[in-house]
Every structure is written in structure tokens, then in C-alpha cells.
């Protein structure tokens, strides 16, 4: 099993639309959770950071599920702006510094 | 954003020479990484610095070889590449784990790679 797995995609909704993510990880050892979205040929960027309680910025909801092992990300009345990869990532702090797991990324495209 | 800077944006280079890539951070972190990004593939993680020391090396081959100065400064010096090598590299920085706070890594823009 893949220490992070994503549906790759890709979305493509029209504006407006509501569209959600899910996420799984392996590691039950797992301490921090994030969503970061990634332009063509951009650095990652941080989106959120997913709390236990689930959180809410804006349009975005990240909820975490730590029983399943499950993170979505929930956009509502979706831009064009959004359209980019929405990597889910994974801080296992274990050891010493810890160090993010990457998903592949869900592409996602909003169409006019 | 200038809060992580990267140099060069764009680098190509032969397998035989030797060259450095250059990371800054303007952030106040302690902990700096360096991650390789190829095309379809998850960023894999290829060092980790924290109060410059090394703490983190994730079996990469010695042609890759990372030097902290300090807290602010990352480097990662590269020699007798290959081709598979070609790939974006990217630096990024947060606080390190013991100093608890929030430790989201933030990114430079990258190096674009291509070996030749």
C-alpha cells in the first residue's frame, strides 16, 4: 500500500461546482496533516493545515478521520483560479526532524 | 513571495561537470530540506537539515552531496550526474520539530535540471 494515496484525476467541473478530495495514509503514526496545491511548473504551495476537529478557510474544509486514516478537502463554489494538483501530504514526525510523505495529486481543472 | 528564494531558476549541465544549487531562507526557520520532484512522481524527499546539522538522508547517491552553512543557507553540490538526474529541485524550510509551533514547509520556486 502506498504511504499516500490520491485519486490522480483528473476533475473537471464548471464553475461553481462543489468538488471534494480524499486521501488516505498508512502510517496510523502519523502526527500532521496538510493540503498544498501545485500550479504547472510552480512550487507546492500550502493551502491548509487539517486539523482532528476538521477546519474550515473560506471555500476550503479539510477533515481528518484518524480511525480510517482518511483526510478529504472539500471546495466550494469552485474558481478558475483553483484549478491546479492538490497534493496530500503527511508529516510522520517520528525520529528526529520529520519529514513530509507526498501524494501524487489530484488534478483538478475549472472550466467557464 | 520572496520568503524562500532558489538559484538558479533553470540550470542544464553535462555529466561531467560540477555545479551547486543555492537556497535562502527569509523565514526565520531552523530546518531546511531538499526534495526532488520528476515528472509523474510524488516530490521525494532527498535531505533534511535541522540547526544545520544533518539529520535526515534519504539513500541518495553520493553525487548529490548537501552543505548548511547556516540556518538561512542550503546547498546542494552536484557532480558526474545522469541523465535520470534531469528532474525540478526544490528547497523548502519550516521550524524545526523540537521547537513545537506549527512546522508547515514552505518552497522555493525550484531548479529545473536537465542533465545532458
Known amino acids: 500500500r502506498k504511504e499516500v494515496e490520491q485519486d490522480p484525476g483528473p476533475f473537471n467541473v464548471p464553475e461553481g461546482a462543489t468538488v471534494a478530495f480524499n486521501c488516505t495514509y498508512s502510517n496510523s503514526a502519523s502526527q500532521s496533516f496538510f493540503w498544498y496545491r501545485q500550479d504547472c511548473r510552480k512550487e507546492p504551495k500550502l493551502l491548509m493545515s487539517?486539523?482532528?476537529s476538521g477546519n474550515e478557510d473560506g471555500r476550503f474544509t479539510a477533515q481528518l478521520n484518524r480511525a480510517s486514516q482518511y483526510i478529504s478537502l472539500l471546495i466550494r463554489d469552485s474558481k478558475l483560479s483553483d484549478s491546479a494538483t492538490y497534493l496530500c501530504?503527511?508529516?510522520?514526525?517520528?525520529?528526529?526532524?520529520?519529514?513530509?510523505?507526498f501524494g501524487k495529486g489530484t488534478k483538478l481543472s475549472v472550466k467557464p | 513571495e520572496t520568503g524562500v528564494t532558489q538559484t538558479p531558476r533553470h540550470l542544464v549541465m553535462g555529466m561531467t561537470n560540477k555545479k551547486s544549487l543555492k537556497c535562502e531562507q527569509h523565514l526565520g526557520h531552523n530546518a531546511m530540506y531538499w526534495y526532488k520532484q520528476s515528472a509523474k512522481k510524488p516530490l521525494e524527499l532527498m535531505f533534511v537539515y535541522s540547526l544545520e546539522e544533518r539529520v535526515e538522508n534519504n539513500s541518495v547517491p553520493s553525487r548529490f552531496s548537501p552543505e548548511c552553512p547556516n540556518s538561512s543557507h542550503l546547498f546542494l553540490h552536484l557532480h558526474t550526474l545522469q541523465p535520470e538526474d534531469s528532474a525540478l529541485y526544490l528547497c523548502a524550510s519550516s521550524h524545526a520539530r523540537w521547537a513545537g509551533g506549527p512546522n508547515e514547509q514552505y518552497f522555493g520556486p525550484g531548479t529545473r535540471l536537465t542533465v545532458t
Open positions: 501530504v503527511v508529516n510522520q514526525n517520528g525520529g528526529s526532524q520529520g519529514n513530509l510523505i
Open positions: 487539517v486539523y482532528s
